[in-house]
């Protein structure tokens, strides 16, 4: 069974950092295409970054290149995303993803970030 388990969430001010953790099944892990979407309010779900946990180079949306950091740890079998500099317009709910071919994509529960001072 494909798991995937957010944390690390939480308000933060402007110009502040988090990390995010994704806890994956290792199964999925090894497997998978692992990636970040976000959705704010209102908006539609969009991809923050995604990287091939098999080895490849990651990729981010534009308005996130320079600030945010997605990375994997097979020890642990963890996605992590490291968020800096952050924004009000970065506020929304996190939710980790894993494409594994053939299966399909799983999501995660999400975790929410509010950046606001």
């Known amino acids: 069974q494909v798991q995937l388990v957010e944390s690390g969430g939480g308000l933060v001010e402007p110009g502040g950092s988090l990390r995010l953790s994704c806890a994956a099944s290792?199964?999925?892990?090894?497997?998978?295409?692992m990636s970040w979407y976000r959705q704010a309010p209102g908006k539609e779900r969009e991809l923050v970054a995604s990287?091939?946990?098999?080895?490849?180079?990651?990729n981010y949306q534009d308005s996130v290149k320079g600030r945010f950091t997605i990375s994997g740890d097979n020890t642990n079998n963890t996605l992590y995303l490291q968020m800096n500099s952050l924004k009000p317009e970065d506020t929304a709910v996190y939710l980790c993803?894993?494409?594994?071919?053939?299966?399909?994509?799983?999501w995660g529960q999400g975790t929410q970030v509010t950046v606001s001072s």
């Open positions: 993803s894993a494409l594994i071919l053939p299966g399909g994509r799983y």
């Open positions: 290792e199964f999925t892990f090894r497997r998978a295409v």
């Open positions: 990287i091939p946990i098999a080895g490849g180079s990651p």
